[in-house]
């Protein structure tokens, strides 16, 4: 009941249900402290759990079990305080018990969240040293580590180890992989992932990580492609997503390529904000398309997304860096209109408006 209520995060009732043992004079035997310390640990209640781990280590008939060790090692780890874990676990090893799968997985958990992958990968091995078989959650786990530091080599010699294990890839840990790769424009690798993942929503939000990174290399037929293809399945596209898609376009001048693109993605519905708008109006006036910067201020002016301060900044950057100076006054009245107060930094001709 202690443990139901600890599960059900029900603190007050296992603590009152404990305190009732000891009323009616119930021993306490470390299946009852142990279960007391899962309800501690589950809740990171640490002040708690490690007190009444004190208690047990100097107590004669209630030592902790290695079941103990593992819910204070979990505890520890989801707080990331390695230095708790590391003093957990020289006591362990002087207790003489035998880590398990589970007390290595939440070594090797702990390590990773805070980024401590050489005593992650120690762990892991010292894990095998002892003939404790590592699990699909000690892979996910190792994967996860190497994918966030994109240490891709040893990411992928792990997974090598969980298919000779008879594991299989898990789609989160495929997700993990995808972003690994798509840092690196690595992608040959983020396509076979792509074909090889089975789960329909991983398979779009990798198709989206895909899309990004053509959009990052300029590959324009390849990102056209997706494109297509995400237009077909009616996938959402994200204000960033068309950003990214956007600057490609402008990058290679493909203007007209561009038109089309928005002129789909309006089709489509997907939603353009004030990031957006602003990416749009600045990219065109870097690129001294003034036609089309202003067609794409007043498509903002007419949408819910209304110009703010680095909307207007940007107008006059682009107006003043090619001494449109007629165009700059206009939109220093619009601001003063719009409710704006016309920083000193925005006064015509002060080179500090960029």
Do not use: H
């Given at each position: 009941m202690i443990s139901l209520a600890g599960n059900l995060?029900?603190?007050e009732l296992a603590l009152s249900l404990y305190e009732e043992m000891e009323e009616q004079g119930v021993p306490r035997t470390f299946e009852v402290q142990n279960a007391l310390m899962m309800v501690y640990a589950r809740n990171c209640?640490?002040?708690?759990?490690?007190?009444?781990?004190q208690d047990m280590v100097k107590s004669n008939d209630r030592k902790p079990t290695v079941l103990t060790y593992t819910a204070i090692l979990s505890m520890y780890g989801k707080l990331r305080n390695s230095a708790k874990m590391k003093h957990i676990l020289q006591v362990l090893k002087n207790s003489n018990l035998k880590p398990t799968?589970?007390?290595?997985?939440?070594?090797?958990?702990?390590?990773?969240?805070?980024?401590?992958?050489?005593?992650?990968?120690?762990t892991f091995e010292e894990m095998k040293a002892t003939f404790c078989l590592p699990n699909p959650f000690t892979f996910s786990t190792l994967i996860q580590g190497y994918a966030a530091a994109e240490l891709q080599n040893?990411?992928?010699?792990?997974?090598e180890e969980m298919f000779r294990s008879g594991f299989s890839l898990r789609a989160r840990d495929a997700e993990a992989m995808v972003y690994a790769y798509s840092k690196?424009?690595?992608l040959e690798k983020i396509e076979r992932i792509i074909d090889d993942t089975g789960a329909?929503?991983?398979?779009?939000?990798?198709?989206?990580?895909?899309?990004?990174?053509?959009?990052?290399?300029?590959r324009l037929n390849d990102m056209e492609r997706l494109i297509e293809e995400m237009l077909h399945t009616k996938e959402a596209f994200s204000p960033r997503l068309s950003a990214a898609v956007v600057k490609a376009y402008l990058r290679q001048r493909a203007y007209e390529r561009l038109d089309k693109f928005l002129e789909k993605s309006k089709a489509a519905g997907w939603n353009f904000n004030r990031g957006l708008y602003n990416a749009l109006i600045s990219l065109y006036g870097k690129h001294g398309k003034f036609e089309k910067m202003e067609e794409s201020f007043l498509q903002m002016l007419a949408s819910k997304c209304c110009p703010y301060m680095r909307t207007y900044r940007i107008l006059l950057n682009a107006y003043q860096g090619r001494g449109r100076k007629e165009e700059a006054s206009h939109i220093l009245q619009r601001m003063k209109l719009a409710g704006f107060d016309?920083?000193?930094?925005?006064?015509?001709?002060?080179?500090?408006?960029?």
């Open positions: 995060k029900k603190l209640y640490c002040q708690k759990a490690f007190a009444l781990f799968t589970e007390t290595f997985n939440c070594l090797i958990w702990g390590y990773q969240r805070v980024g401590m992958l050489q005593s992650m990968e120690r040893k990411m992928e010699a792990v997974v690196s424009r690595n329909k929503e991983f398979r779009i939000r990798f198709r989206k990580l895909l899309l990004k990174s053509y959009a990052y290399s300029d016309v920083p000193e930094s925005f006064k015509l001709g002060n080179s500090d408006t960029k």
